[in-house]
């Protein structure tokens, strides 16, 4: 079961990445606006947001197998109409049809492999980048259409035949709210804003630095290999640190990183870089998370759902500052959430260390 769900976190991630090389694709074939384009990677979380949030809401009963069939059967259906040659608006409704798949999904298998433990979720996770990296650079020989085709296919090949579960009678326990737990939905909103953001607008960063449509959209495979090594190499290195270490120099390393990206011949090496550097922050926090708070479903779902809104927002935010500013702008942009996680962090760590001292 572990491999298949490794395996379709590959899929889930290659179909991500396409998003953001898909962009440009579109605003070139129906005439779109970067506003407007962007609205593809805010329907798409937008869906995905909805199914994590009714995910976390529904009892045990229907949490298990209803929300996994419900969640297989409608990602290949959102893939498969992404898959025809229409115009505008039905790719907007075919990436939403498949982000309400995509966060069931994602749901039950991180809340699965986070019960097994941090060496499971970082290999479902490190799976994700690599997939990613394979999106752009598919999507620049492809343009979409039969791309989207075999990635329905392959979704519905390999799924687990089994409903994956790790219920537990911590479970059906009543989700309370409190500081950390709020604090950690903000700094997931935040870190979900960075990756999304980069990902999402990267080729059209590197369009703006003179490179065409398709090479952009295999370069934007660099930040997706850089996201898979940080999180597969990166906590072998630095095994004994702390979550709140590794997050926070982490963050410090994606802010050095984003002067890389402001000049045109240093930009794709840039993207790896903050790939790499952002790879262990989302592993880290749940793992963080782990040590704070009880982990049931439902605390997973309320910050995988803060975590998709932030997903959803800060793109389509950070495509309307572009277009109002520059393209060449992103890197300020960016900041402006980089420096968000961190007071959040800078926050949590304060707080830890004030109930250790009472």
């Not at 506003?35 to 869906?47: H, K």
């Not at 907007?92 to 809340?111: D, K, P, R, S």
């Not at 039969?146 to 009543?174: C, I, K, Q």
């Not at 003179?210 to 630095?238: E, H, I, K, Q």
């Amino acid at each position: 079961m572990v491999v298949r769900c490794a395996v379709v976190f590959g899929l889930l991630g290659l179909f991500q990445a396409t998003l953001g090389p898909l962009i440009p694709l579109l605003r070139d074939r129906d005439d779109l606006s970067a506003g407007t384009a962007g609205l593809l990677v805010t329907g798409f979380f937008g869906g995905s947001l909805v199914s994590t949030a009714v995910g976390g809401l529904l009892s045990d009963r229907f949490a298990g197998p209803p929300l996994y069939v419900t969640s297989a059967v409608l990602l290949p259906a959102g893939l498969g109409l992404l898959a025809l040659p229409a115009g505008w608006p039905v790719p907007l409704l075919a990436v939403a049809v498949a982000g309400l798949g995509f966060g069931g999904l994602v749901l039950i298998i991180n809340t699965v492999m986070a019960a097994r433990g941090l060496t499971y979720v970082n290999l479902v996770n490190g799976t994700y980048g690599l997939g990613a990296a394979a999106g752009p650079a598919l999507i620049s020989v492809t343009h979409g259409g039969v791309l989207f085709a075999v990635l329905a296919v392959g979704v519905l090949v390999s799924l687990p035949w089994t409903v994956p579960s790790a219920e537990t009678t911590v479970e059906r326990a009543r989700l309370r709210m409190s500081l950390p737990l709020v604090l950690f939905c903000a700094m997931l909103f935040c870190y979900a804003g960075v990756e999304t953001g980069l990902s999402s607008w990267e080729a059209t960063h590197l369009r703006a630095h003179g490179y065409s449509a398709d090479t952009a959209a295999a370069l934007t495979s660099l930040f997706w290999l850089g996201l898979a090594g940080g999180r597969l190499l990166v906590p072998l290195v630095t095994r004994n640190w702390s979550p709140p270490r590794l997050i926070v120099s982490a963050l410090l390393a994606c802010g050095a990183s984003l002067s890389v990206i402001a000049f045109d011949f240093s930009a794709p090496a840039g993207f790896l870089l903050l790939g790499a550097c952002a790879g262990p922050i989302f592993p880290a926090t749940l793992a963080w998370i782990a040590r704070t708070l009880p982990h049931p479903r439902r605390v997973n779902a309320a910050v995988l759902t803060v975590a998709m809104l932030g997903n959803a927002a800060v793109p389509a935010l950070i495509g309307f500052g572009l277009e109002a500013t520059s393209v060449l702008a992103l890197p300020l942009f960016v900041a402006v959430a980089l420096a968000g996680c961190l007071g959040i962090v800078v926050a949590l760590r304060a707080r830890a260390v004030e109930r250790q001292e009472v």
